[in-house]
């Protein structure tokens, strides 16, 4: 058998299958369900979400022999078709390849006849957006009242691109990018399946590359096995995508709320060597400072989890115990020192430079102290200066300002 690439032969073939839009596959089920399918539907959102894919198994639900049913057999002829590309009734258009007044008016003629075997005549138009003023105009007519039998489901990334006319005529659905922690947990099954094995945190590495697309991030899948094998270590993965594994980023910040200026060093020395962006390591670094403020801040371990959801648990637990005994202050203000040198460092001559330097800074960031401890120590030093009395002076007396 040839390979097919990983997101093709995980595409969901069935709505209980898609990962993070549980909000979309609700409502159709339930229009279904109730026979209230509306005759256009606009499936909008980012790349490689399930547009596509959701529209076929629309399809499916409303053609199968078994149907209609929000869970499409799979395995009568109007199923197996509909998978295959071949089915007579339901077209799949590349909006973008037939965009013209031409296309639209043969769709105008073939929808008054009736399907040739199933339920309904289904045209599935994807790139939507592409459509020419002239088409879209072409198909108003057919869009507000098409035959019974009709059924139209348009797919864009751009929705903003389409004229109000068919916005008003359209059911829209909003697909969202897929919450990391559902296609962390679609990923490692999908993994599990394949033989492969991935660290927790090479799986939170992929997600947090693919933004979101689940398309972006099986791909990646598919780069790291073809490129480290089945069982590739942390490092490797996060090399394969050109990207900054978090246990370096993390590294990095032990160093420095441990003010240790010669690990700064070497690190940024090894992160170099490695080909890495100095502006994405800057960006990862206020992301990691930012989840140890998290850490730091929020006492109940419920919350806490919530907050740094797009951690894997084992990232977690590293902030964690890093945060631990961190005074909160300090990470405030290597977050302010990082984030500020963002811009600086994505436009400087040297970045690596200008990175090892803004790094350095905050190695020599005073300490600071609470106001307690403060306190406590004047306390003491007058104490020692004037026996008990010096004490309860120094308590009462006004602080004089500095000159
Ligand atoms: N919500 C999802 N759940 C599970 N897998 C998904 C999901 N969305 C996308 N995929 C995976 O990504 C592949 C591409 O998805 P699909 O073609 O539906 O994306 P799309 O939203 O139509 O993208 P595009 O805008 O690029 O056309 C699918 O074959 C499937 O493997
Ligand atoms: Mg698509
Ligand atoms: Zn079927």
């Not at 200008?354 to 190695?363: D, F, G, I, R, S």
């Not at 004047?378 to 602080?399: F, N, S, Y």
Request: glycine share 6%; proline share 4%.
């Amino acid at each position: 058998m040839s390979y097919l690439v990983l997101a093709r032969k995980w595409r969901p073939q069935s709505f209980d299958t898609m990962t993070g839009q549980e909000h979309i596959v609700r409502t159709l089920a339930n229009a279904i369900a109730q026979g209230r399918v509306a005759h256009a539907y606009l499936f909008c959102g980012p790349r490689g979400v399930g547009k596509t894919t959701a529209a076929r198994l629309l399809a499916r639900a409303l053609n199968c022999e078994k149907g209609p049913t929000s869970t499409p057999c799979g395995e009568c002829l109007a199923c197996r078709e509909i998978v295959a590309g071949t089915s007579l009734d339901v077209a799949e258009i590349d909006g973008a390849s037939n965009n013209g007044v031409e296309d639209v008016r043969q769709i105008r003629e073939r929808v008054t006849y009736l399907p040739q075997r199933d339920r309904h005549k289904i045209y599935i138009i994807d790139e939507v957006h592409m459509l020419t003023t002239q088409a879209f105009n072409a198909l108003l007519k057919t869009l507000e009242e098409p035959p019974a039998h009709v059924k139209f489901i348009f797919a864009t990334t751009e929705p903003h691109k389409l004229p109000d006319t068919i916005l008003s005529r359209c059911q829209r659905h909003n697909f969202r990018r897929i919450p990391a922690g559902s296609m962390a947990k679609r990923l490692t099954e999908i993994l599990r399946e394949e033989g492969a094995q991935f660290s927790d945190r090479a799986i939170s590495l992929v997600v947090r590359q693919s933004e979101g697309g689940m398309r972006d991030a099986l791909s990646m899948l598919d780069m790291v096995l073809s490129a480290c094998g089945k069982a590739p270590t942390d490092e490797e993965v996060a090399e394969a995508l050109g990207a900054i594994d978090r246990g370096a980023a993390l590294n990095l910040c032990a160093a420095l709320i441990h003010r240790d200026a010669a690990a700064v060093l070497t690190q940024v020395e090894a992160l170099h060597c490695r080909g890495v962006d100095f502006k994405r390591l800057i960006e990862e670094l206020t992301l990691q400072l930012r989840h140890l403020l998290v850490a730091r801040s929020v006492g109940d371990p419920a919350a806490r989890r919530e907050a740094l959801s797009e951690l894997a648990d084992s990232e977690r637990e590293s902030i964690e115990a890093l945060a631990r005994d961190v005074d909160p202050a300090q990470i405030a203000r290597l977050f302010d020192i990082v984030h500020g040198a963002t811009w600086e460092i994505s436009r400087a001559a040297q970045p690596r430079l200008a990175t090892e330097v803004t790094l350095l800074k905050c190695v020599h960031l005073a300490p600071s102290q609470p106001m307690s401890a403060m306190i406590a120590r004047v306390e003491e030093i007058a104490r020692r200066l004037g026996g008990a009395e010096g004490a309860a002076a120094a308590q009462t007396r006004p602080l004089r300002p500095f000159h």
